[in-house]
């Protein structure tokens, strides 16, 4: 059975940095086409960065250059590493692959 399971979300403080993690598990899709995503309450979820053609990452405008989408050796871990958040970077993040979602991680951003 497919799994994907973030963790490392939590409460930061504006101009802070988290990373957080997404475990694959049950599939022999590449990690390359796990893909992250937020909802910020009372909004729509949002692409946030994903690996295009080429595994090339491509971001959401609003990132900005501040967050990195990095995956390990053993094809099972995705990671997002945030830098200089902000308090609207404050949602639910979630990780996806296929049809598959994990139960995402609460990021907040607050002083």
């Known amino acids: 059975q497919v799994q994907l399971v973030e963790s490392g979300g939590g409460l930061v403080q504006p101009g802070g940095s988290l990373r957080l993690s997404c475990a694959v598990s049950?599939?022999?899709?590449?990690?390359?086409?796990v893909t992250w995503y937020r909802q910020a309450p009372g909004k729509q979820r949002e692409l946030v960065a994903l690996?295009?053609?080429?595994?090339?990452?491509h971001y959401g405008d609003f990132v900005k250059g501040r967050f990195t989408i990095s995956r390990d050796n053993t094809g099972n871990m995705v990671y997002l590493q945030m830098t200089s958040l902000t308090p609207e970077d404050t949602a639910i993040y979630y990780c996806n692959q296929d049809v598959f979602w994990g139960q995402g991680t609460q990021v907040t951003v607050s002083s």
């Open positions: 690996w295009g053609s080429g595994n090339i990452p």
């Open positions: 049950g599939n022999t899709y590449s990690t390359y086409t």
